[in-house]
């Protein structure tokens, strides 16, 4: 970059780190919505209230398809090229 280019340039840079900033932060909460991580833990979490008897049958079902449902959106968006 020239001289001249860097000094017309110069004012936009604030702009600039502000975009950059925006993108990484987007991109930050886009793998953290589509970590499958969570859903597992969830699932766990969920039969271990089956177990414990904090939840029934009827409402553990309604969350564990609920959250497999979860589970197989995260796939094919990660096997979609």
Not at 8 to 30: D, G, I, N, S
Not at 33 to 49: F, H, M, N, T
Not at 53 to 62: A, L, M, Q, V
């Amino acid at each position: 970059m020239g001289l001249l280019t860097g000094l017309l340039a110069f004012p936009l840079a604030p702009v600039r780190t502000t975009v950059w900033v925006a993108e990484q932060m987007a991109a930050a909460a886009e793998r953290e919505y589509y970590d499958p991580e969570p859903v597992r833990r969830a699932l766990a979490e969920l039969e271990r209230d089956l177990l414990a008897g904090r939840i029934d049958e009827d409402e553990y079902d309604r969350r564990e398809n609920e959250l497999l449902d979860r589970l197989d959106r995260l796939d094919e968006r990660r096997r979609a090229p």
